[in-house]
Antibody, heavy 121, light 110 residues
Framework: QITLKESGPTLVKPTQTLTLTCTFSGFSLSTSGVGVGWIRQPPGKALEWLALIYWDDDKRYSPSLKSRLTITKDTSKNQVVLTMTNMDPVDTATYYC?????????????WGQGTMVTVSS | QSVLTQPPSVSGAPGQRVTISCTGSSSNIGAGFDVHWYQQLPGTAPKLLIYGYNNRPSGVPDRFSGSKSGTSASLAITGLQAEDEADYYCQSYDSSLRGVFGGGTKLTVL
């Protein structure tokens, strides 16, 4: 059974750097065809694709946020970390991590419960 | 605004059929990239409904189906049920292999 869980601060100040950790079980990020992605959703708004890291360490970023995002993996700890610099109130959102399946053309088949991050001074 | 365009809302009576459109461009859906559909019930994480135009993960009823034509895709729900009331999102990739989502469609079961 695949599970993912996001963790990190619930409140960050403007200009600070956000660090979120996705801890997963039921799969290995060293297995061919596996990826973990990050998606966010501001309150009452649509989903936004942020980043995706693959088993081979290939990384993809949203073009509009690429300069602010870094995604890394720690295969031994079964974790993926997303950092976002220069946080702004518009970055207030629920942040989800999800299991990506290359065989299914990178669909996200299992999602974490999400973690709400508020950006405010 | 979102790269993929969806109608903000659709509605239907129980038992009816509804469709939700997802319009992209030649750099995403029209370029041949697959379209995935997610269902998000209130207060919960999204759930994968359809992947690769018209494939259902295990456990998803066959009342849900997907299709694609040109630069657009559609999700069809037949035999509408009260529990189908949710937000629905389409997702694809663009020519730079970055993911894109639609703006979401709220389905109301009358």
């Amino acid at each position: 059974q695949i599970t993912l869980k996001e963790s990190g601060p619930t409140l960050v100040k403007p200009t600070q750097t956000l660090t979120l950790t996705c801890t997963f079980s039921g799969f290995s990020l060293s297995t061919s065809g596996v990826g973990v992605g990050w998606i966010r959703q501001p309150p009452g708004k649509a989903l936004e694709w942020l980043a995706l890291i693959y088993w081979d360490d290939d990384k993809r970023y949203s073009p509009s946020l690429k300069s602010r995002l870094t995604i890394t993996k720690d295969t031994s700890k079964n974790q993926v970390v997303l950092t976002m610099t220069n946080m702004d109130p518009v970055d207030t959102a629920t942040y989800y991590c999800a299991h990506g399946v290359r065989q299914w053309n990178d669909a996200f088949d299992i999602w974490g419960q999400g973690t709400m991050v508020t950006v405010s001074s | 605004q979102s790269v993929l365009t969806q109608p903000p809302s659709v509605s239907g009576a129980p038992g009816q059929r509804v469709t939700i459109s997802c319009t992209g461009s030649s750099s995403n859906i029209g370029a041949g990239f697959d379209v995935h559909w997610y269902q998000q019930l209130p207060g919960t994480a999204p759930k994968l409904l359809i992947y690769g135009y018209n494939n259902r993960p295990s456990g998803v009823p066959d009342r849900f189906s997907g299709s694609k034509s040109g630069t657009s895709a559609s999700l069809a729900i037949t035999g509408l049920q009260a529990e189908d009331e949710a937000d629905y999102y389409c997702q694809s990739y663009d020519s730079s292999l970055r993911g894109v989502f639609g703006g979401g469609t709220k389905l109301t079961v009358l």
